[in-house]
Nanobody, 114 residues
Framework: QVQLVESGGGLVQPGGSLRLSCAAS????????MGWYRQAPGKQRELVAV???????NYADSVKGRFIISRANAKITAYLQMNSLKSEDTAVYYC????????WGQGTEVTVSS
């Protein structure tokens, strides 16, 4: 089993920044991808960013140039640096670890509002 614990969400004004963290523990193999998804009220969950075991990252078009995903393999932790936040970034953000099976965190809420 794999456990994921997210942290770092909160309330921020438009144009501000937040950094999300996701710490993984449990039965984790050497090759896995980690990613961030989000779900806004009334909408489906969508991919925000994903990073594979070699460090290659992909982003949703809506966050390119504003968000940066990174990982610290020794700590099995993923980060999402979110800059220039907009009201449309408001959502619950979920961490994902994929190694054949998808594992999810409990979610952390991000609210962008003045």
């Amino acid at each position: 089993q794999v456990q994921l614990v997210e942290s770092g969400g909160g309330l921020v004004q438009p144009g501000g920044s937040l950094r999300l963290s996701c710490a993984a523990s449990g039965s984790i193999f050497s090759i896995y991808a980690m990613g961030w998804y989000r779900q806004a009220p009334g909408k489906q969950r969508e991919l925000v960013a994903v990073i594979d075991s070699s460090g290659i990252a992909n982003y949703a078009d809506s966050v390119k140039g504003r968000f940066i995903i990174s990982r610290a393999n020794a700590k099995i932790t993923a980060y999402l640096q979110m800059n220039s936040l907009k009201s449309e970034d408001t959502a619950v953000y979920y961490c994902n670890l994929a190694q054949g099976v998808n594992y999810w965190g409990q979610g952390t809420e991000v609210t962008v509002s003045s």
